[in-house]
């Protein structure tokens, strides 16, 4: 009787983990046209489906290369980041990718988790 509980304590586990998903969508446009200031802008939505995530734990941020730019809230919406990202005048092209960090609640203290994306590219147009 004790081997059927955990297998079923073991299925349950697995199945509720199994379910657990974050998304990071890149609303950014492929190809941008070259602008006088050399910032240019990269939004996203993160979503996920774990309820214990604490929200004001998420913190995106835009990583090239080695550097890592943060992304802060767009106003009025509340899965929506945006950041302005340097692109020398002499570059045609930025990749990059989204990486974030969150907090959720575990016992008996909070836990860290982290999602990086694929790499995008940023074409810029003359």
Avoid: D
């Amino acid at each position: 009787m004790r081997i059927g509980r955990f297998i079923f304590c073991l299925l349950s586990l697995f199945l509720f983990v199994g379910c657990i998903h974050q998304k990071i969508t890149n609303l950014t446009p492929g190809a941008l046209p070259r602008n006088n200031s050399g910032f240019y802008p990269v939004e996203i939505i993160w979503e996920s489906n774990q309820h214990t995530v604490r929200h004001e734990t998420v913190k995106p941020h835009v990583m090239i290369g080695t550097n890592s730019f943060a992304m802060k809230h767009t106003q009025l919406m509340t899965n929506r980041w945006e950041a302005l990202v340097p692109v020398g005048p002499a570059a045609n092209e930025l990749r990059y990718r989204i990486k974030v960090n969150w907090q959720y609640n575990a016992v008996p203290v909070p836990a860290a988790n982290s999602q990086l994306s694929e790499e995008f590219l940023l074409r810029i147009n003359n």
